[in-house]
């Protein structure tokens, strides 16, 4: 199974863009990237996900790069509500799937 | 939108006790999780079902077991609760039509503290 690997923490000033990291070098030609986030005290919510393209919704963006072996999150503008854990997750066989640790996002005023 | 409803929130048991954690889903999904969550460990998976009666077990299943009678509920059953059972406890649920792409959906979780 594929195996994520992102910064432990960040921060980024209100307003900019937030951009999350996450390495997947050994991720499979058919397994999808997957984004989720938890903000404390609360059960993880779905950002976005990707197979090779990028990806836009109302919440973010999601760049792959062509290799796949990487991609980023973006936050375009940040607020004090994205500040929270931010789960990068290649989907492992069977429909299960692993989280790691996250990146902890912290958006500063 | 998807709505997974976890019966309790905050939920505070004795060591040795059996203890039950309801999941609720009204989206008709096949698939349904639990997982637990421990600082500095992250999610860990415990079971999954993929339909009713079938159940597979995940990372950590030892100490617990599950119940699928229904496709919309998933019960989490801790036989015989240790302290170190203690955790959030966060339930989730996927639309397994289209497997290679579907999210998970969870609910707000369940903070368990076995005393």
């Known amino acids: ?109 | 939108d998807v709505k997974v409803t976890q019966s309790s929130r905050y939920l505070v048991k004795r060591t040795g006790e059996k203890v039950f954690l309801e999941c609720v889903q009204d989206m008709d999904h096949e698939n349904m999780f639990w997982y637990r969550q421990d600082p500095g460990l992250g999610l860990r998976l415990i079971y999954f079902s993929y339909d009713v009666k079938m159940k597979e077990k995940g990372d950590i299943p030892e100490g617990y077991s599950v119940s699928r009678e229904k496709k919309e509920r998933f019960s989490l059953i801790l036989e015989s609760a240790s302290t170190n059972q203690t955790s959030m406890y966060l339930c989730a649920t996927q639309d397994p039509v289209s497997r290679g792409s579907s999210p998970l959906h969870f609910g707000n979780g369940t903070r368990l503290t076995v005393t």
């Not at chain 1, 950002?47 to 760049?63: Q, Y």
């Not at chain 1, 375009?76 to 509500?81: D, E, G, S």
């Open chain 1, 1 to 109: 199974d594929a195996k994520t690997t992102q910064p432990t923490s960040m921060d980024c000033a209100e307003g900019r863009a937030a951009n999350l990291p996450c390495n997947h070098s050994t991720i499979s030609g058919n397994e999808y990237v997957y984004w989720y986030r938890q903000i404390h005290s609360q059960g993880p919510q779905y950002i976005i996900h990707g197979l090779k393209n990028n990806e836009t919704n109302e919440m973010a963006s999601l760049i792959i790069t062509e290799d796949r072996k990487s991609s980023t999150l973006i936050l375009p503008h940040a607020t004090l509500r994205d500040t929270a854990v931010y789960y990068c997750i290649v989907r492992a066989r069977n429909n299960d799937m692993r989280f790691g640790a996250g990146t902890r996002l912290t958006v500063k005023p």
